[in-house]
């Protein structure tokens, strides 16, 4: 994690973990390579972590 806020990362994935289940979302994490990684990285971080989370936004 060097290329996104680890804040933001952490929340997206908290609320992906949430959402999809603890299970899968490690399981993609774990099987990410060096060209897959940062686009895991950068999907939990923008498409989870700036979503709103489950405030009806």
Known sequence: M??????LFLKGLEQRKSTLGAEYVE?????????????QEAMTAWCWGLDGGDDGH
């Open 2 to 7: 060097s290329v996104f806020d680890e804040e």
């Open 27 to 39: 399981k993609n994490l774990a099987s990410a390579d060096d060209f897959t990684r940062p686009f």
